[in-house]
């Protein structure tokens, strides 16, 4: 069985304040006893106290981005080896708004997994298409474009070290989520492509969606067969409805 994954991505929010407080009601309203494992992904500037209050706990820490260098004259840069040593285990790469504002190529996301998985962290790589794009019926093209980029040069132990997050542009923050059968069909499109690197490692690695997911429209995403988890955006920013959406899982 693929293990499940409820990740809170926090984006620009939270200060040090915020993120204690939010971290201790999380603690609180959760056990850590279901079938999902839960993380989250505060902004660096509230990783230390973050990894301060989740130390030995249930909940996992990731950051929301790393530099491909391992060090050196990278000014506002993070290396792979500051987040471990904040006890960071996961970091979001190649997400959509980094490829947006930051024009981060898969060939960039592809050394910055590369990176990450040397240094033994857990990458959750990101892909998903525009509204323009799906529209025009390209879906299907562009995440094959994503997927084989992302993924160039990866073998069987890679990938079953690897989480890949689906995240249709068109619904990230904008309140419309893809229904659970569109969701569905990307993801078995994914796990197909990723088949043909390792089937087996393909039937191994969980696959998250990403996109407005809520507290009411997170069960019928997580029912899906291909769907393993969540990449939770603002919802994860309110602790009743983030816990909602473990319990989902």
Known sequence: MRRKIIAGNWKMNGTVGETEALIKQLLTATTGSGHAETVVCPPFTSLMIAAKLLKGSHIGLGAQDMSQHAKGA???EISAELLLTLGVRFVILGHSERR????ETDGLVNLKTRAALAAGLTPIVCVGETLEQRENGHTESVIREQIQ???SGFGA???RRIVIAYEPVW????GRTATPDQAQEVHRSIRQLLARIDDAASRELPILY???VKADNARGLLSQPDIDGALVGGASLKADEFVQIINAA
Not at 100 to 103: C, E, I, K, R, V
Not at 171 to 174: E, P, R, S
């Open 157 to 159: 132990d890679e990938l």
């Open 74 to 76: 990278f000014t506002g």
């Open 100 to 103: 947006q504002y930051h024009f």
């Open 171 to 174: 619904a990230i923050g904008t």
């Open 149 to 151: 980029g992302t993924m």
């Open 210 to 212: 990403g996109g407005s």
